[in-house]
C-alpha cells in the first residue's frame, strides 16, 4: 500500500513563528504536491516538485516556500506565520503525470 | 467562473437511496478523479477515469467527454458513504498533459439511517 505520512496531525502556531510542514511518501514516487484546503474554496495547489531538488510554484505560492532534498520527503515551510494561513494542509504524491495522487492525513494548522 | 463545478454542494440523503453527484468542468482533459474525503480529512482516490464507466462495489463513475460532465453514483446508500465527494481534473494543454489537478470544491454528502 501506498503510504503518505505528514509530520503532525494538528498544530498551534504564533503569528510571526516558522513552520515547518513535512511529507514523507514510500513509493517511490517522482511527484508530489502541498494543497491547502479551506471551506467554500476546496484544494488549492500550493507548490508541487517532480523531482528532487525542482520545485513549481502552484495556484497560491505567496507566504510559503519548499525544500525536496530527498526523493521521499517534501517540505512546506511558512516563513512567518499569519493568521490566514490557518488551514488544513494536504500533501501528495504520484508516480507520474498520469497517476493517481495519493494523499497525506492532513495537518490542521491554527496561528493564532 | 470555475473550471471545475459540482452539484450539488449539499446532499442529504435516507440510508438505501441511490445518490448521484455531478461534475462539469471547461477545459479539455486528460483524466478525470473522483475523490472521498472523511471527516478528519484524509483523501481517497476512488476513480480515475478518461472514457466511458467504472464500477468498484456500491460507486459508479461515468463520463462523457463531448458533454465534458462526469457523474458519482452510489447505490443502496449507507451512513458510512457519508464524507464530501471531490472532482478533479486533469488539464491537457495543447498536445501535453500538465501534471496538476483542478479540483471542484466538493459536494459534502449525509447520509441517515
Known amino acids: 500500500d501506498v503510504k503518505v505520512t505528514q509530520s503532525s496531525r494538528y498544530l498551534v502556531k504564533r503569528t510571526g513563528e516558522k513552520v515547518f510542514l513535512e511529507c514523507v511518501q514510500d513509493?517511490?514516487?517522482?511527484?508530489m504536491f502541498w494543497y491547502r484546503q479551506d471551506p467554500g474554496l476546496g484544494l488549492r495547489l500550493i507548490y508541487f516538485?517532480?523531482?528532487?531538488?525542482?520545485?513549481e510554484k502552484g495556484d497560491i505560492p505567496e507566504g510559503y516556500s519548499v525544500s525536496r532534498e530527498k526523493k521521499e520527503r517534501f517540505s512546506l515551510i511558512l516563513e512567518s506565520a499569519s493568521t490566514n494561513q490557518t488551514s488544513m494542509y494536504l500533501c501528495?504524491?504520484?508516480?507520474?503525470?498520469?497517476?493517481?495522487?495519493?494523499f497525506g492525513p492532513g495537518t490542521r494548522l491554527l496561528v493564532l | 467562473k470555475n473550471e471545475v463545478e459540482q452539484s450539488p454542494q449539499n446532499l442529504t440523503a435516507q440510508e438505501g437511496e441511490f445518490i448521484t453527484i455531478n461534475c462539469s468542468y471547461s477545459?479539455?482533459?486528460?483524466?478525470l478523479h473522483w475523490l472521498q474525503q472523511h471527516p478528519g480529512g484524509g483523501i481517497v482516490s476512488l476513480f480515475m477515469?478518461?472514457?466511458g464507466k467504472k464500477k468498484h462495489g456500491r460507486l459508479i463513475a461515468t463520463i462523457n467527454i463531448q458533454e465534458k460532465h462526469s457523474s458519482l453514483h452510489i447505490t443502496a446508500s449507507h451512513p458510512r458513504d457519508s464524507a464530501v465527494y471531490i472532482c478533479?481534473?486533469?488539464?491537457?494543454?495543447?498536445?501535453?498533459?500538465?501534471?496538476?489537478?483542478?479540483f471542484g470544491k466538493g459536494t459534502k454528502l449525509s447520509v441517515k439511517p
Open positions: 501528495a504524491s504520484s508516480g507520474t503525470d498520469e497517476e493517481t495522487q495519493y
Open positions: 513509493m517511490d514516487h517522482e511527484n
Open positions: 516538485s517532480y523531482d528532487v531538488k525542482m520545485k
Open positions: 477545459v479539455g482533459i486528460s483524466a
Open positions: 477515469l478518461s472514457s
Open positions: 478533479a481534473v486533469r488539464a491537457r494543454y495543447y498536445g501535453g498533459s500538465q501534471g496538476n489537478l483542478i
